[in-house]
């Protein structure tokens, strides 16, 4: 018995796809090699600019240029954007990552990206203790994913608000119980293998969605006394103060904020500025130091010999 199937297409459709598919193809010609999940907020800068978060790519190449190359941990590293881009800088390479479904995607990026470069993968996240916790992940946004916890110094409105949500609404959210062990307690451990090792100079990024002043104070008593660390984190907490810890080895503790000079006349137009900015040709990143209040946005703390 014969079947007969018959399928009409529009050909304005069929052009249209077309054209979409040149633009894409033209757009991504230079996207980082790497795996990304479409429709994802943090898809869109990997695969249409070829680079994620160039700042923080840049101060961590700074870094590496001064001297601090020994090690890399990237706490909270999601899909690997940024390992991908600075991993190859470093001699050994750790990643935080608890949301299960990140795990693959991270592995497989880091593989395909860093050929010859060793890195472990830590499967969990750092809290105050071992636990087994709620991590609530936006449906668009898997890079805003973070733990419901009375240890999250992140109101709900503020994770909703951070994500363009008016108000917070678990709906919004997909949960994974997940695993936490203590930050102090590994990062104490890492430190300890990397100094018998002679590895003493490192950068560590912070992305934790609240638990950031936990992991800091974690991070500062385990350090131990003749390393020199780099930790970038995020802040979007206006009324957050700067973190107050002593350090068990007695480091000196600087903080920076991340900003830069794009709007010189912020009360002026946007065109004004960028007129100028095109005239000078460009802005500049660069550090500024924090005196009390943590800004909102990338801050950068440099743990140093006192």
């Not at 990140?102 to 880091?110: A, H, M, P, T, V």
């Not at 890195?119 to 636990?131: I, N, S």
């Not at 007695?250 to 007129?275: C, E, G, H, Q």
Request: aromatic fraction near 12%.
């Amino acid at each position: 018995m014969q079947t007969f199937f018959l399928s009409k297409h529009n050909p304005w459709h069929r052009r249209v796809a077309k054209l979409r598919y040149s633009l894409f193809k033209k757009l991504t010609r230079n996207a980082m090699p790497v795996f990304v999940r479409g429709g994802d907020l943090i898809s869109i800068q990997p695969m249409a600019l070829g680079h994620y978060e160039p700042e923080v790519v840049e101060l961590i190449q700074h870094g590496v240029g001064n001297g601090l190359s020994d090690f890399f941990l990237d706490i909270g590293a999601n899909i690997g954007l940024i390992s991908c881009q600075v991993g190859y800088l470093f001699k050994h390479i750790h990643v935080f990552e608890p949301n299960p479904d990140c795990l693959s995607l991270l592995q497989i990026n880091l593989k395909s990206v860093l050929h010859h470069q060793e890195f472990e993968l830590h499967p969990y996240a750092l809290g105050a203790e071992k636990a087994t916790l709620t991590l609530m992940v936006p449906f668009d946004n898997w890079g805003g994913a973070f733990i419901a916890s009375t240890d999250n110094e992140y109101s709900p409105e503020i994770l909703a608000h951070k994500e363009g949500f008016k108000s917070f609404d678990p709906n919004q959210y997909q949960a994974h119980e997940v695993k936490v062990e203590s930050a102090q307690e590994v990062l104490s451990s890492l430190f300890s293998t990397m100094n018998a090792k002679g590895l003493k100079k490192g950068i560590v990024k912070i992305d934790v969605e609240g638990f950031e002043s936990l992991v800091l104070k974690a991070l500062a008593k385990a350090i131990p006394a003749d390393f020199q660390v780099m930790v970038i984190f995020e802040n979007w907490n206006k009324d957050a103060l700067v973190p107050v810890f002593f350090t068990e080895a007695k480091l000196k503790a600087m903080f920076y904020f991340l900003t830069n000079d794009l709007y010189p006349w912020p009360k002026l137009p946007r065109f004004v500025n960028s007129i100028y900015n095109f005239i000078r040709g460009g802005h500049r990143n660069f550090l500024a130091p924090i005196q009390e209040k943590l800004p909102a946005g990338t801050c950068v703390l440099m743990l140093s010999h006192s």
